[in-house]
């Protein structure tokens, strides 16, 4: 029996991540699992002993390395000071570490300590490493020469799992996407066809979910849903149907292109499924932008105010929407600042989040960048942390960072006027259905509104008083969901004045 410890590096604090917002609400659970670690688990053989550990919930000791034979690591960009130190901790115990996922995949030749690197989608590879690792012939580096059918891919060990530590569960229906959008690695990472699981193959993932007791969010971490319309509308019918069977014990979230807004039907059949809510990728309200950096899905030149009236559509079908904006991009200008601020708060963005532009390592924007001798030389540690900069920017530097800071600052305001006024834009022209609002009886909803002003700011306590009285009078079915995004902005806003990294020191003359 071979010992194999799966690690799951801790993620970096950054103002995206939920921990802030979770706290606010008296929720002391992780936001997301550790979704590709435990995929990998279900492809180990039955003669493997398995234990789990995700470092966001719990620390590495030294009798979880005492115990291993094996550890097997997976990790993001942003995990990748974790992944350091879990590979040191390994080292000094003399522990195998086997590395993969999307940070080792990037950035393998930065990566010191691994003794075998398991890169891109492993469906096709990960048997043939056993093996050679079982017979000592075991390669440094193993890489997928193809995109691996997703029918292959094995129901995740969500048993490892303890799910009463973690917020949300995830379920992956597709890879790929099928725009390339200058500043992203995803198709670098998985394609630009869009690849899916079967719906047989998502049902039974729900099913493993809902057996194992889980009730609640579950989030469709595809980067793009609508990828493949024809298989998604293949799914989305039967996902309504087991859902309305089980009186809808799964609120469901994913991540989409804009373009979804024109697919009436698709979003139809969401929202009967159960979709509560969706990331968009909107980046900025500049067309010219948008195009420079090969958005031309959020462009549509018939309609100046595409955007917005995306958000639209997708708001009256009765799904929230949440936005992505970047800052830095060329083509913008100082101007940007206030269009950003303004078209946040026209959409009804409640959860707007905005960053700096980090140029990722194999993107087309890397390789433009690094040809116009633009990009920085690292000088201490990473420069892909949260809200860093690797790149001169067109714009003055310092006006980027204090343009940045002043849309933060507004769209968050220490008061949380304009986040509640983007919630109640929101209120005003989202559709209501009824299966996406879980109901509360009104001592515990009271129960509620008591836990959440106590752990308001006192500042923030006037303009939630205004924001839940007009909720309770006009949109009194939707007073939880309120009482969740103030929550929620109130995390945020608690973050808005940390300062993102600016190194200067090594850009090109």
Not at 60 to 67: F, G, R, S
Not at 291 to 317: C, F, G, H, P, S
Not at 368 to 396: C, Q, T, V
Request: glycine share 6%.
């Amino acid at each position: 029996m071979t010992n194999a410890l799966l690690v799951y590096p801790q993620n970096a604090s950054s103002e995206w991540g939920g921990s802030l917002s979770l706290d606010v609400l008296g929720i002391k659970r992780v936001e997301y699992i550790p979704l590709g670690l435990i995929t990998v688990a279900a492809m180990l053989p039955p003669e493997y002993e398995l234990r789990l550990v995700d470092m966001n919930v719990e620390p590495l000791t030294d009798a979880h390395l005492k115990w291993a034979d094996l550890v097997f690591t997976s990790s993001m960009v942003v995990q990748m000071k974790s992944l350091k130190t879990v590979i040191e901790r390994c080292n000094q115990a003399g522990v195998t570490v086997i590395a993969g996922g999307p940070y080792p995949t990037s950035y393998h030749e930065e990566i010191d300590g691994v003794d075998h690197f398991v890169l891109d989608e492993v469906e096709d590879t990960f048997a043939g490493f056993l093996r050679d690792l079982e017979n000592g012939t075991a390669r440094p580096v193993y890489r997928s020469l193809q995109r691996p059918d997703m029918a292959s891919s094995p129901v995740p060990r969500f048993d490892l799992l303890n799910i009463k530590k973690y917020f949300s569960m995830s379920v992956q229906f597709s890879r790929g996407c099928p725009f390339d959008c200058e500043f992203c690695d995803i198709t670098k990472l998985f394609g630009k066809v869009t690849r899916t699981k079967t719906a047989e193959q998502i049902i039974t993932e729900f099913n493993a979910l809902y057996e194992l007791g889980w009730r609640g969010n579950l989030f469709l971490v595809d980067d793009n849903f609508v990828g493949n319309k024809r298989e998604a509308m293949n799914l989305l019918p039967m996902l309504a149907e087991w859902q309305k069977q089980r009186n809808y014990p799964f609120l469901l979230y994913t991540e989409a292109s804009v373009n979804m807004a024109r697919m009436d039907d698709l979003m139809s059949a969401m929202v009967n499924a159960g979709f509560k809510s969706v990331f968009l990728g909107i980046e900025t309200p500049n067309p010219k932008a948008l195009i420079k950096m090969k958005k031309q899905q959020n462009v549509y030149e018939k309609d100046e105010n595409y955007l917005l009236t995306a958000v639209r559509k997708i708001q009256k079908k009765g799904m929230q929407v949440t936005g992505g904006f970047i800052l830095g991009v060329d083509g913008d200008d100082e101007s940007v600042f206030d269009a950003q601020i303004e078209f946040i708060q026209q959409a009804g963005i409640p959860y707007a989040m905005v960053g700096v532009l980090t140029a990722l390592k194999n993107t087309d924007l890397y390789q433009r960048l690094e040809r116009e001798k633009r990009l920085l030389k690292p000088s201490s540690g990473s420069f892909y942390e949260m809200m860093s900069i690797n790149f001169k920017p067109a714009m003055d530097v310092s006006v980027l960072y204090e343009g940045h800071q002043r849309v933060l600052k507004t769209i968050y305001d220490p008061t949380l006027d304009n986040f509640f006024e983007r919630c109640l834009t929101h209120f005003k022209h989202v559709r209501f259905v009824p299966h996406l609002h879980k109901s509360l009886s009104e001592s515990a909803l009271s129960a509620a509104i008591f836990m959440l002003r106590q752990r308001l700011h006192p500042r923030q306590l006037p303009a939630f008083t205004k924001f839940f009285d007009k909720v309770s009078s006009e949109y009194p079915r939707l007073r939880l969901e309120a009482l969740r995004l103030a929550g929620v902005g109130a995390g945020f806003q608690k973050v808005t004045g940390r300062d993102f990294k600016v190194q200067l020191q090594s850009v090109p003359d």
